[in-house]
């Protein structure tokens, strides 16, 4: 790595926070990312498996959530937050999203303010936020369905049932739960009724260990390989009242702060797979000789790697200015903008640095072709890119 990158004038916690998660990006993430990008996703999640390494050592780093530290102002907090995961995504996007997204559940316990569910629930546990459902996945974005006609609630795959002090729950989410198939604790988004009937969603805090939970095979995709995903079903799973977290009327204000969240830390990390992008291929073009000199000499090659640079600056500015922004008056229409700039600059990037290192750019021994791989995810998940557009749209 060579290439160091326009950076505003940071405070000195900012410099801290940086180089440790950059450290850690660089010791623990890429070289456990690319040993599980080769292993069957099994072997992804096995006892021995190098992936609990990168959990504990990211749990021991105790970075936690910086917009939730009340030492901090929201700004300074969102900031910390975009660095951290800006590097987190640096070492290997779909590990980066393992650890983040085990972080949900807490979250929403620390909504309740209820410290059994905090601490008994929710403390040191793998989450995940279970909400996308096999009939039901631009439909659950699309919460305003600007996309379809009706804007009626749609009853779910998996639905919530209140029954006196409990909560039951039966069905099932998708194969693309992130942790899916690991997660000891679920931030369920679902369809929500009660005795009258379906009332719209409802947004649950369910141990995957309650009597009823079972889970589908992990899911064998093309990038993010180190990121378990998979199904969740649920039988008749029973919980107590006090695990619903929002009610109907919640619903919607928590799935677009949710959304609003996902999709400005998505666009950190993905600048974060833009700029190593760039970096290898800066690097690669100052070592390989052709025509008699290295070809970052070639101003062809030059202009190309220009256009990358200005890319990656471009989805940088625009993230660190949209989290900023959201941290004091949230606006999702921002969130997706940053969202589709970064996965799509991370897309283009790679594919030009694959170009770039030419036949070597597509050998497994170079990281270019994982970087490809997992950014071709990136405009999928969290909302395909398409579809995030039509959603921010609508609020134009
Ligand atoms: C790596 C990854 C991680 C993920 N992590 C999670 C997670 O942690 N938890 C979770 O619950 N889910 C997760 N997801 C699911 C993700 O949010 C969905 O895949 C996404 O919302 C798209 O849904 P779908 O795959 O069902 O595609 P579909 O909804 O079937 O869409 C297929 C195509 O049709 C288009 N389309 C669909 N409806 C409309 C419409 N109304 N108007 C116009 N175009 C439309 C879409 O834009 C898309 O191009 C993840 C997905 C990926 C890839």
Redesign the pocket.
Known sequence: MTTELFNEVLSETEVAVRDTLRRFAEEVMRPIGKALDQLTPDEVIAKNSLLWEAHSKYNELGIGMFTQDDSLGPVEGARLTALASEMLGWGDTGLA?SLS?SGMPINLAQISGDPKLIEHYCRGKVG?????EPN???????FGAV??EGNSPRRGDCVARRDGDHIVINGQ??S?????TIAQMAALYCAYEDEHGMLGGGVFLVPLDTNGVSRGKPTN?IG?RP?N?GEIFFDSVTIPLNHMIGGHEQYTPMLEATLTSANGGMGSLFCGLARAALEHAVDYAKERVQGDKPIFQHQAVKSRLFEMFRKVEAARSLNLKVVTHNAVNPKLELAIASKVTSTRTAMEVATEALSIYGGAGITRENPIEKLMRDAS??V?????N??LG?VAADRL
């Not at 995940?128 to 996308?132: E, R």
């Open positions: 999203i997204v995940c936020w279970a909400i996308t039901h996945g631009s439909d659950i974005v699309d996309g379809s989410k998708s693309w739960v992130s942790n899916g995709k993010q990121l995903q995810v990136s999928i998940e969290d909302g395909e398409t579809l039509l």
